[in-house]
């Protein structure tokens, strides 16, 4: 086990490493490259147009890709794998589930591991992987390591999206004072031909599609060289089936395991039921809000009506209840098959009673079966005591 000087001594090559772009005397960027290569990387999983649940990042050192990824929708399962067991349990931290986690809980589980082991060993448990990504890793590989990687990652682990980020050697010329490589334990670096040869023959031999882009952008004047990054995105055929490795293998240690809390979303029709039930009682708040200023004016000679009427066209409104219901005719269905509400004689109103509303557990507890009233002989959208329409909130509120 390493001391903790060790591990901060190797924190603090990790973090040169990340940002030894920014050393130079040359462009800078904004955000940090290091940031937009993991924006970068992001983006390509969430446009890839593929169901991506499980996600692998060799190379993971800090973790910090691990975390953003974690934020991907549907994602249900992230696997860090580093070669350097101390980097790894020094920032595991990073990836525990936090307050925020636990207040605003996930819809989907999550479980985040991470593992001590060699890119080029096949460990069982990372057979299902969607995705992998391999971010400014290659170029710390030695040249036995890197001809054995394609075979691990394409043949035996086959995702259906790879990405792969490495140093433009093009772009070497804009730092002013670089001499040799960007980083001391760089073992190559390469042009964006030499890039595209590498990937293009990976492409062809395991029935992969590869495109390329890059982030890090060149000053204006600089264009021919690249950005300063290079990015390759491979996407599996999908005419070749992944074949599944009947492999008893784990050479991985794992290091540590998480498990996010999460609750599942609720059924559409349960969900609309819960947001009918908030509005109508919002609705009714804002007609005793008014009814009880009608009572307090003195001078005032209007009536109090004994229903109040929420129009069903009021109701969809609120985008949260129109998401689920399209028109008027689709939440009148749902409203008659709940049986929480009566609705007026054609059917376009809810009839909530006075009575009901100045029940003191009304705005507490909801609706109950029955609660409602006869159809109203008054007009159609006569249901404030001015006869006005019930006030519609500015924004609507963030409850859910």
């Known amino acids: 086990m390493a001391s903790s000087e060790q591990v901060k001594k190797q924190l603090e090559q990790l973090t040169q490493c990340t940002k030894e772009e920014e050393r130079y005397d040359g462009p800078k960027f904004s955000p940090p490259l290091y940031v937009q290569r993991y924006q970068q990387v992001c983006e390509e999983i969430k446009g890839c147009g593929l169901e991506i649940k499980q996600i692998a990042d060799f ?47 996930r819809e989907t589980p999550l479980c985040v591991q991470l593992f001590c082991g060699s890119v080029v060993e096949y460990d069982q448990r990372l057979a299902n992987m969607d995705a992998i990504t391999l971010v400014e890793l290659i170029e710390h590989l030695h040249v036995e390591t890197l001809a054995a990687l394609p075979n691990m990652i ?31 334990d760089h073992k190559f670096e390469w042009t964006r031909q030499e890039f595209q040869n590498w990937c293009n023959v990976i492409a062809a031999k395991f029935s992969y599609l590869v495109r390329y882009s890059g982030v890090g952008d060149p000053p204006p004047g600089s264009e021919s060289v690249g950005r300063c990054t290079q990015i390759a995105v491979f996407v599996k055929n999908k ?87 399209r028109d008027v005719e689709e939440l009148r269905k749902f409203i008659l098959s709940t ?18 509303i100045q029940e003191s557990h009304f705005f507490d507890n909801g609706f109950h079966v029955g609660n409602g009233c006869e159809e109203n002989t008054g007009t159609d959208d006569a249901f404030l005591t001015s006869g006005n329409n019930l006030p519609l909130p500015e924004e609507e509120e963030l409850w859910t």
């Open 59 to 105: 190379g993971c050192a800090e973790c910090k890709l691990l975390q953003r990824l974690k934020y991907l929708r549907g994602v249900q399962r992230l696997v860090g794998v580093d070669i350097d067991r101390n980097l790894v349990d020094w920032n595991q931290n990073r990836l525990k589930p936090i307050l925020s986690d636990f207040i605003h809980r």
């Open 339 to 356: 049986k929480q509400w009566v609705l007026d004689g054609k059917g376009c109103s809810i009839l909530i009673t006075l009575d009901t």
């Open 154 to 184: 394409f043949q035996q682990l086959q995702p259906s999206l790879v990405i792969v980020t490495t140093p433009n050697k093009d772009y070497n010329v804009l730092f002013k004072d670089l001499k040799g490589m960007r980083h001391w």
């Open 239 to 325: 005419q070749q089936l992944r074949k599944s490795l009947m492999i008893e293998s784990r050479p991985y240690e794992l290091i540590a395991s998480f498990d996010y809390p999460y609750e599942p979303k609720p059924h559409w029709e349960t969900q609309l039921l819960l947001e009918m039930q908030y509005y109508v009682c919002f609705l009714c708040k804002q007609y005793e809000i008014e009814r009880q200023q009608l009572e307090a004016d003195e001078g005032s000679g209007g009536e109090v009506t004994a229903c109040v009427k929420i129009p069903l066209k009021k109701l969809l409104l609120f985008p949260k209840i129109s998401k689920h219901c």
